[in-house]
């Protein structure tokens, strides 16, 4: 792998995956006279639309991700369910931030947790599963509710199952287990409120951290991200610390995404990690000085990051595929806007399914409150709907 050095602005960072996130990820690096070009199978994806190249191929194609790692000066990844032997057929070449050890950790939830357990990082009871009986097992130390997920591939509440009583156990680990697919099952937090911190770390070091999102979920989907979080400064600087301390244990470069549950003591468990941007980050292209889109760039083109700073209170609020789909194709994007503070960023996806992210509305208001009131008004305005606030 060659040398890491100062990259200026004219050089090409790599992106593998052509999501909304690699797509406002190539806007930020225009932004700062990057080019970028996008490593993903679909011609028409988001990424691509914006970005200066595309290459058209499988994630799993070693000689695709060669081919970019030649192309470009520095590769990084936009989502961790990408194939991390080719990623590491581009880190042969190039650099690739974050590293295909953070990859290979956060891709798989077994490997995580051990991880996140090595490094004193506190973190709900589990256990591994690799057959019925384990689950069973399981259920007498972890008690119920427990929740069963698969080790790999799961996102947005996919490839999970809660599972209430020992009558559920059969049923829950008979769809996930299938495949000889690997499993972990863990005990369910009665959470009070999810959070998330989302640190940026350069090759030499140092850290900054986003103010912490309070997020709300819908079918298991991000729905809001309020910012600042409604919670006491001493949980909010604690959340941010221990986004630190996974970023520096495990040698992160780029953004780690962390987030956590707050339980009914107020302790903070990690739940889940992303070495990426990450949608409950997306209020900061509205509500920051630097969003954390730019601050990738910096990183991985190896200029000095910022200590964010969030400007006004900030509210995120999906867009998903139903508003299409109910209003036949055609949002009403002019009323949502009339409205004060509202930004719309929409993704460029030519096909809205129910449940698929197809843009975001970020709303900046003097409180919290009226942010909240007019980003999810913004919302029933284009969906034709009547406020559910």
Not at 132 to 140: G, T
Not at 174 to 192: C, K, S
Not at 381 to 388: G, N, Q
Request: proline fraction near 6%; glycine fraction near 8%; aromatic fraction near 6%.
């Amino acid at each position: 792998m060659q040398k890491e050095s100062l990259l200026n602005p004219g050089s090409t960072i790599g992106i593998i995956g052509g999501g909304q996130l690699g797509r406002m990820l190539a806007i930020a690096a225009r932004q700062m006279d990057y080019k970028t070009i996008v490593l993903d199978p679909d011609s028409e994806c988001p990424a691509g639309q914006v970005a200066d190249g595309q290459i058209v191929d499988a994630y799993s194609s070693r000689g695709a991700s060669r081919d970019l790692a030649r192309a470009v000066d520095v590769v990084t990844y936009e989502f961790e369910n990408v194939d991390a032997d080719s990623v590491s057929a581009a880190a042969e070449l190039k650099p690739v931030h974050p590293s295909t050890t953070v990859l290979r950790i956060t891709q798989h939830r077994l490997h995580e947790k051990n991880a996140l357990l090595k490094a004193g990082i506190p973190v709900a009871p589990f256990q591994p599963v690799e057959s019925l009986k384990d689950l069973r097992d399981a259920a007498s130390d972890l008690g119920y509710p427990m929740v069963l997920k698969t080790s790999t591939m799961g996102y947005d509440g996919k490839g999970q199952i809660i599972i209430t009583r020992e009558e559920d156990i059969a049923n829950a680990y008979d769809p996930l287990g299938r495949n000889n697919a690997e499993l972990i099952v863990e005990q369910f937090v009665p959470f009070t409120m999810e959070i998330s911190a989302i640190c940026a770390r350069t090759a030499a070091g140092a850290t900054a951290t986003f103010p912490v999102s309070e997020n709300i979920h819908r079918n298991h989907i991000l729905d809001i991200s309020i910012v600042p979080a409604r919670i006491p400064d001493g949980i909010a600087l604690s959340a941010r610390q221990l986004a630190v301390d996974i970023a520096d244990h495990l040698k992160v470069v780029g953004l780690i995404a962390v987030e956590m549950f707050i339980t009914k003591e107020n302790e903070i468990l990690v739940n889940e990690l992303a070495p990426r941007p990450h949608n409950s980050g997306h209020y900061t292209m509205d509500g920051c000085n630097t969003s954390q889109f730019e601050q990738l760039v910096r990183v991985l083109t190896g200029m000095p990051i910022t200590e964010p700073r969030l400007h006004s209170p900030t509210v995120m609020v999906n867009l998903l595929g139903e508003i299409w789909e109910d209003t036949g194709g055609d949002p009403d994007w002019a009323r949502a806007l009339e409205m004060p503070g509202v930004s719309l960023h929409l993704y460029g996806k030519a096909e809205p399914r129910r449940g698929r992210k197809m843009g975001h509305i970020n709303v900046v208001a003097d409180t919290v409150e009226d942010a909240l009131y007019t980003a999810t008004e913004a919302r029933n305005r284009a969906w034709r709907r009547s406020s559910e606030f």
